[in-house]
């Protein structure tokens, strides 16, 4: 059980376009789920909690406006980025926990979506 | 703000060897410990989570301890096997906060 996934594992785009992220659970409901960037041979850092049904919370230095986050379910989240460029090419990673149950503390992760934008 | 660091960086073992895996976290107002194993391009599988209040946690050939007053966790890896290669991280979740910051990793190469 409590499996994440996301889709698309892999994407590429030209600069300026826009791309949409969605991470699923699969078996559980999440109320709360994280999305992570991860750099080549780096480790992970958040960029912001989705709450279902409301605004997400952004981490300093993170562009709301560029990284748009929407969690309208309780078992979807998607982040887009919006007018991509180069520097956003990087692993993006989401979690998400399950609410109500004795594993409420654990995160349980996706596989992750490399984008690469030319 | 919490720092986690993860030492060593990197580690090469021929298999069959016991080795530990060290992470040290400045803030030690912690809710709970996770380490996760990350392979090549792949996302995380968590290993072990350990609740603020334990001092260790075991599955398999894993233990995992941690020393909250002291700010650190130990993941033990008994008999490695290449299968075992992989980048294994450890993330702490601070009390009142329920994302994790995670360590640099330890990129782990058995030797078969």
């Known amino acids: 059980g409590a499996v994440v996934s996301q889709h698309p594992s892999r994407v590429i785009c030209k600069s300026g376009t826009s791309v949409k992220i969605e991470c699923r659970s699969l078996?559980?409901?999440?109320?709360?789920m994280f999305w992570y960037r991860q750099f080549p041979k780096k480790s992970l850092m958040l960029m912001a909690t989705?709450?279902?049904?409301?605004?997400?919370?952004?981490e300093q230095g993170v562009e709301k406006d560029k990284f748009l986050i929407n969690h309208a379910s309780l078992t979807l989240s998607t982040l887009t980025v919006t007018s991509a460029h180069p520097e956003d090419s990087s692993f993006y990673i989401c979690s998400a926990s399950i609410a109500g149950a004795r594993s409420y503390n654990e995160q349980f992760f996706g596989p992750g979506t490399r984008l690469t934008v030319l | 703000k919490q720092e986690v660091t993860q030492i060593p960086a990197a580690l090469s073992v021929p298999e069959g060897e016991n080795l530990v895996l060290n992470c040290s976290f400045t803030?030690?107002?912690?809710?709970?410990l996770q380490w996760f194993r990350q392979d090549p391009g792949k996302g995380l599988t968590s290993l072990l989570l350990?609740?603020?209040?334990?001092r260790e946690q075991t599955s398999g050939r894993l233990n995992a301890s941690l020393d909250k007053s002291s700010g650190r966790s130990t993941l033990y890896i008994a008999a490695s096997q290449p299968g075992d290669s992989a980048t294994y991280l450890c993330a702490v979740r601070r009390e009142g906060r329920r994302a994790l910051t995670f360590g640099s990793g330890t990129r782990l190469q058995v030797q078969p």
């Open positions: 803030d030690s107002a912690i809710y709970n």
């Open positions: 989705s709450n279902e049904g409301s605004k997400a919370t952004y």
């Open positions: 078996d559980f409901q999440a109320t709360t």
């Open positions: 350990i609740q603020s209040s334990q």
